[in-house]
């Protein structure tokens, strides 16, 4: 009894062959097809296994900490780049206002907030999580009683298909997530868009220079007594 691995092709959809109106503002195609990829690869592998007669060596390439693996990576990735585009808006968001190069840095996603980001974009996995948790079952039942019943292996087939579906919605829900993170950034770069150099450097300085000015020319019309230390040096 050989193990049938599923072909998950169709039922990836739109992480093979996407449809949308528009690109993401951040380029995610290849982060896509490598997640696509994945998973083809592990399908795969685990075909080339079962035709070797090494069930358990087949299921593992599709268990559910191979499927939990690809998406995380592809979260990961992700959030990694979307973190490197706001970055580099808000840097150049404050070139543009001509913020001091010395505070730009700061402007730079922190840990935490990058940790975050990639929380949002892992959110909309409910459904992915349900099926891992049918395919983690399933696995199991399946490795501890090979060959087992017609109904548990159709019970791992449907497994992985679902799990192929639900990995398409959660990625449609990462990319809807990604769209979203500019908006929540718009009002930050709004905000730096309108920062404004400190006046109180030009009055700390400029204005006490502007009255000794002042004073200078009024000593040397002869407006204002002069002290005797400058009166020597003028001959007055």
């Not at 998973?39 to 299921?59: F, H, I, K, N, T």
């Not at 979307?82 to 808000?90: G, N, Q």
């Not at 840095?105 to 929380?119: F, N, Q, S, Y």
Request: glycine letters at 6%; hydrophobic letters at 50%; aromatic letters at 6%.
């Amino acid at each position: 009894m050989k193990l049938a691995v599923p072909e998950l092709g169709s039922a990836l959809g739109r992480l093979i062959v996407p449809r949308r109106l528009t690109d993401p503002w951040v380029p995610l195609d290849d982060l896509r097809e490598g997640l696509a990829t994945r998973v083809m690869e592990a399908a795969g592998s685990a075909r080339r296994d079962a035709d070797q007669d090494a069930p358990a060596r087949a299921l593992t390439h599709l268990d559910r900490d191979a499927w939990n693996g690809a998406w995380e990576e592809a979260v990961r990735l992700a959030a990694d780049r979307v973190a490197s585009a706001l970055d580099r808006e808000l840097i150049i968001a404050a070139r543009r206002v001509r913020m001091p190069r010395r505070r730009q840095p700061a402007l730079a996603l922190t840990v935490a907030e990058r940790r975050a980001l990639a929380a949002r974009f892992a959110a909309g996995a409910d459904g992915l999580e349900e099926a891992l948790s049918t395919v983690g079952s399933t696995t199991a039942a399946l490795r501890e009683s090979w060959p087992g019943s017609p109904d548990a292996r159709g019970a791992w087939e449907d497994g992985q298909l679902m799990a192929a579906r639900r990995l398409e919605a959660a990625w449609l829900a990462l990319e809807a997530s990604v769209a979203r993170e500019r908006t929540r950034w718009t009002p930050e770069l709004q905000t730096l868009l309108s920062w404004r150099p400190p006046l109180w450097p030009v009055f700390a300085v400029w204005a006490p220079l502007a009255l000794l000015a002042i004073w200078l020319a009024l000593v040397i019309g002869g407006y204002l007594p002069a002290p005797a230390w400058l009166a020597e040096r003028l001959g007055f």
